[in-house]
């Protein structure tokens, strides 16, 4: 078979995926996806676990190593047939959360952390670089199985089809993986053309099967006599390498990033993974049967020092069918291409979102939101991060020299992408792990994978020197590659896989349990673990746990104890019960959320119903709505207590103002009181005196006379009363016409002394006055201000208790302002009187024919309070001292008179 | 029949004089007093067969005095004509309540007032 000719059939193949994958991009475009998302096209699409590797790799493997191949399949059967445990989970956050990769999980369940998202990418893209190196080697190398038939080609012309075979799978890789945007979106076309590929591989290696089988061996029994004799089927792999390679390839099933493109990016629907869970190993199964024929085959047909990777295809052709080893190199071309493309498409969704545009974002600077062109940016920058990791792979392939065995590369690979699985475990399993135990594990493991494993894969002369391989870097013999912390004697992977992964897990473990949440991850771990109260519309319910008179208990508080017993009753009726409680289903749940949400609000209603039937069913909308829910009722509560502020200040004036009304009535009533006691007390006097006269027998001229005095005596008092209390209340209305004039203290002084009779002969008292000190200009309403000083010397004339009275008068300023004192020599005013003897009524001692009042010292100080000035009882001058405080200057005075 | 002594308790000069000149003509004796602070003394001295009792006085209520005679073994059963300005009902029922024996209001008719004295000296 010329190399054209394959060529031309491989570039059809090309062309044919070209075709059904754009044919079903259209497809599903008009909406008609059907049976494009089958489940059969899910398990299908799964088979991308199934690369090169296990198309030429189990048979390669299987002859070196014996059966121990079979680990390979069963980890991934392991994990399909748990499906319930750790596959539903993922796919149902993966769908819930929109997750676009299996570094955007890790970054997003542990607080949305783009370091993480970084780290996973790390690991990724040195897990997937060998993996692709190992598929452009595998198809280089069956592409010149073909043409060379079994002697070496130069190393030139291999890697010049690997890089052609490189850009080939970068360009489909771009066409149909970055059509979308939203990984979210599924490839359709990508997947139909993946699930093609898996039928082509699983025919083409059952092919070759059954021509070894039917064929060269000569039907079943001599072939199983074959494989009895072959050394092969001899068990020699110890107990601790099997259970770490199935191990290591569950966790790879789970952790690969381009298994976790197909089975969670990809899922269309959960159910899918149902029938997946039985396929997926039955494909499984089916692909690994012929496996051991064909090595035994090989083994005995080919020339000593063969590549036992490439039986494959070399045993028909060693019998010259060149169609059956056409047919088996598409099934291995099918198997590497749908592995790199799925693998590039994953890897390239996290560099880009992890790497290339948190960095573009960053250096624009915020301007990103303003501009039209983000879309774009995602997109151009997916397609150079599909074009690196080919370059990756492709630059790999050609420093490894191709030298390494398929198999060897894949467990490699296998034990980088592991270190994943403890992250990724504690993301679904554990609320406590947290964000820096995760990167704590990430970046422990990695580096123990790349110095346990990766770097000693590039060979004992590769990057590290037998030297480090036999005494450690700087010869510290503890950290020698193969031979972690001296413990010597392990198999190199047993090795790797046990120290990464115990350092890796141990890492997380601790440094989640010392370090704290923040806030996003407890919220994320919450909706991560609790995955399945979370989602599906109806909340987790746990019946047994809950009983109804909880609920009556906490209905009643929020309805009232009738309505919601007579709620329950409804219910229970409808439920045929005869009692007045109702068997807690979740529809009555639903219903009594219904009804609760009437009075507290949806979300509260929906917090302590899930409270009481102990469904913490509360998601990041819940929050929110309770949230807005108890900013409404902040702001109304807000809005209710300042309308009851402003209640209360009001009847805070009101009461104020009552209190006002109260006091000036009881003021008023104990006025009248007291002027009904003054006007009674002359009164009396009068009618008993007048009837005394009226009867007029037996009775002196004299008396007669001294009647008739003392009658006239109280009506004048009587009168004078009556005068005074006009003339307050006159005062104290306001509606006082002042007559302002000019004049000389001292002739208001003289007016005052005059009209008290204390002039002259007829002076009860001695006047001490200066009249050099009373020539101050004095302009206000004269009258009144001599009416003031005629009540304070009358005053001291009535109360001065000396022997020989005497009252000085002393003018002088204070302040700027002229004040003048009456100070007697008498004993002055008890202290205790001082402060209400300004009051009506009061009087210092106890009546006096003919005395006042004690209106004066009322009158004296509303006068003065309308002049603009004052006067006040000084006390500590000896004797009764009273000050009149003069108005101020011209213009305050005017001020004030009005 | 011995001589009808009274007290009066009263701190309106006008007033003493007019009631002294009414009880008088009957042939009673007046005794007065203005003070308030010393009035219960002068009562437990006299022991009069009658008190005309103001109520606003200096020191000391008319109110307390009444109070304290009638908490007195001595001058429970003195009666006491009060005799007060302030003509309110309140007033007149803390009065009755105290166990006052006659409350009157000034001004007074002579002719009532002198009844009202004859009738508790009987």
Redesign the interface.
Same mark, same amino acid.
Do not use: C, L
């Given at each position: 078979m010329s190399f054209d000719i394959l060529v031309s059939i491989c570039v059809a193949y090309v062309l044919l995926l070209f075709g059904v994958a754009f044919w079903a991009d259209k497809q599903a475009e008009r909406g008609r996806a059907g049976w494009l998302r089958s489940p059969v096209v899910y398990t299908l699409s799964l088979s991308v676990y199934c690369t090169a590797w296990t198309f030429y790799g189990a048979v390669g493997y299987a002859a070196r190593s014996g059966m121990e191949f079979v680990t390979i399949y069963l980890g991934p059967t392991l994990v399909m047939v748990g499906w319930w445990v750790i596959l539903r989970r993922l796919v149902r956050i993966g769908r819930s959360q929109r997750i676009t990769s299996i570094a955007d999980l890790i970054s997003s369940r542990y607080g949305k952390s783009n370091a993480l998202g970084v780290l996973v990418t790390c690991l990724a893209v040195l897990g997937t670089t060998p993996y692709i190196a190992l598929q452009l080697q595998s198809v280089t190398l069956s592409l010149d199985a073909f043409s060379q038939s079994g002697s070496a080609s130069d190393p030139q012309s291999l890697r010049n089809t690997a890089l052609l075979i490189a850009a080939g799978l970068a360009l489909f890789t771009i066409i149909f993986g970055t059509r979308n945007l939203d990984a979210n979106e599924r490839h359709h076309g990508v997947v139909t053309a993946i699930a093609v590929e898996a039928v082509v591989k699983l025919a083409a290696l059952m092919a070759v099967g059954m021509f070894v089988v039917f064929f060269v061996s000569g039907g079943v029994g001599p072939t199983l006599q074959a494989i009895d004799a072959s050394p092969i089927s001899s068990w020699d792999t110890g107990a601790d390498r099997w259970a770490t390679l199935i191990f290591l390839s569950a966790a790879a099933f789970i952790c690969l990033p381009r298994m976790f493109q197909v089975m969670v990016v990809e899922n269309s629907d959960e159910r899918h993974l149902a029938t997946a869970s039985w396929a997926f190993p039955l494909y499984l199964l089916l692909i690994s049967l012929f496996v051991v024929p064909i090595a035994v085959v090989g083994l005995s047909v080919s020339p000593e020092g063969s590549n036992p990777d490439l039986f494959v295809q070399t045993v028909p052709l060693a019998f010259d069918r060149n169609a059956l080893a056409m047919l088996a190199f598409l099934g291995g071309f099918s198997s590497a291409t749908s592995m790199v493309i799925v693998a590039a498409i994953a890897v390239s969704t996290m560099v880009s979102n992890h790497v290339v545009m948190p960095i573009w974002l960053n250096l624009r600077e915020g301007r990103a939101a303003l501009s039209g062109d983000v879309r774009h940016v995602v997109i151009l920058s997916r397609r150079l991060s599909i074009a690196g990791i080919l370059l990756f792979g492709y630059l790999y392939f050609v420093l490894s020299g191709g030298g390494a065995a398929l198999a060897a590369i894949g467990l490699v690979s296998f034990t980088g992408v592991a270190q994943v699985l403890p992250a990724l475990l504690g993301a679904i399993f554990w609320r406590g792990a947290t964000r820096i135990g995760a990167a704590a594990g990430l970046s422990v493991g990695l580096a123990a994978w790349i110095w346990t494993s990766f770097l000693p894969s590039f060979g004992q002369t590769g990057i590290l020197t037998p030297e480090i391989f036999a005494h450690g870097p700087f010869g510290i013999a503890l950290l020698r590659p193969h031979a972690l912390f001296g413990i010597e004697g392990l198999d190199p992977l047993v090795h790797s896989v046990f120290w990464s992964m115990v350092l890796n897990a141990g890492s997380f473990l601790a440094f989640s349990l010392l370090s704290a949440q923040t806030p996003l991850e407890r919220l994320q771990g919450a909706r991560f673990v609790n995955i399945f109260q979370y989602s599906g519309g109806t909340r987790g319910w746990r019946g047994s746990a809950v009983e109804a008179e909880d609920l009556l208990m906490m209905t009643q508080r929020l309805l009232g104890a009738s309505d919601a017993q007579a709620l329950f009753r409804t219910e229970a009726q409808r439920q045929g019960k005869s009692g007045s409680l109702p068997d807690v289903t979740p529809a009555f749940v639903e219903r009594l959320e219904r009804e609760l949400a009437g009075s507290v609000g949806a979300a509260t209603a929906h917090a302590m119903i899930a409270q009481i039937t102990g469904g913490v069913s509360v998601s990041v909308e819940d929050m929110m709505r309770v949230a807005d829910e108890a900013q409404q009722i902040l702001e109304y509560s807000s809005q209710l207590e300042a309308k009851s502020k402003e209640l209360e200040n009001t009847a805070g004036q009101l009461r104020e103002a009552n209190e006002k009304l109260v006091a000036l009535s009881f003021q008023k009533d104990s006025f009248l009181?007291q002027v009904?006691? #003054?006007l !009674?007390?002359?009164?009396?006097? %009068? !009618?008993?005196?007048s #009837? %005394?006269l009226m009867e007029g027998e037996?009775m002196s001229a004299e008396e007669r006379q001294k009647f008739s005095q003392?009658i006239n005596? #109280?009506a004048v008092r009587m009168t004078r009363l009556l005068d005074d209390l006009l003339d307050l209340s006159v005062l104290e209305s306001g509606q006082v016409m002042l007559n302002r004039q000019e004049d000389m203290l001292g002739a208001v002084l003289d007016r005052a002394f005059v009209a008290t009779g204390q002039l002259g002969v007829e002076a009860t008292m001695v006047i001490d006055r200066n009249g050099s000190d009373e020539k101050v200009p004095v302009r206000t309403d004269c009258d009144r201000l001599a009416q003031v000083f005629i009540n304070l010397i009358s005053n001291a004339g009535q109360y001065c208790d000396a022997p020989e009275p005497c009252l000085r008068i002393h003018v002088h300023e204070i302040d700027g302002r002229h004040v003048v004192d009456f100070i007697d020599n008498g004993s002055g005013i008890p202290e205790e009187s001082q402060a209400e003897m300004f009051e009506k009524f009061t009087r210092a +001692? +106890?009546? !006096?024919?003919g005395g006042g009042a004690g209106l004066g010292l009322a009158i004296c100080r509303e006068v003065m309070k309308r002049l603009g000035g004052e006067v006040d009882y000084v006390a500590g001058l000896g004797g009764a001292a009273f000050r009149v405080t003069l108005p101020g200057t011209e213009s305050a005075a005017a001020g004030r008179v009005g | 029949m011995t001589e009808t002594r009274v007290l009066l308790i009263e701190d309106e000069p006008n007033i003493i004089e007019a009631i002294r000149f009414i009880l008088s003509r009957e042939g009673w004796r007046v005794d007065t007093t203005s003070d308030g602070g010393n009035a219960l003394e002068a009562v437990r001295s006299r022991n009069p067969d009658l008190v005309i009792l103001d109520v606003m006085l200096p020191n000391r209520s008319g109110y307390d005095i009444l109070c304290d005679m009638r908490a007195d073994e001595e001058m429970r059963d003195i009666p006491v004509m009060m005799l007060t300005a302030r003509g309110q009902k309140k007033d007149k029922e803390l009065a009755e309540r105290l166990g006052v024996s006659t409350f009157m209001t000034k001004p007074f008719s002579n002719a009532e007032m002198l009844a009202s004295a004859r009738e508790l000296v009987r």
């Open positions: 009181s009904s006691h #003054e !009674r007390t002359p009164m009396t006097s %009068i !009618r008993s005196f #009837e %005394i037996s003392t005596g #109280e +001692d +106890d009546h !006096r024919a | -």
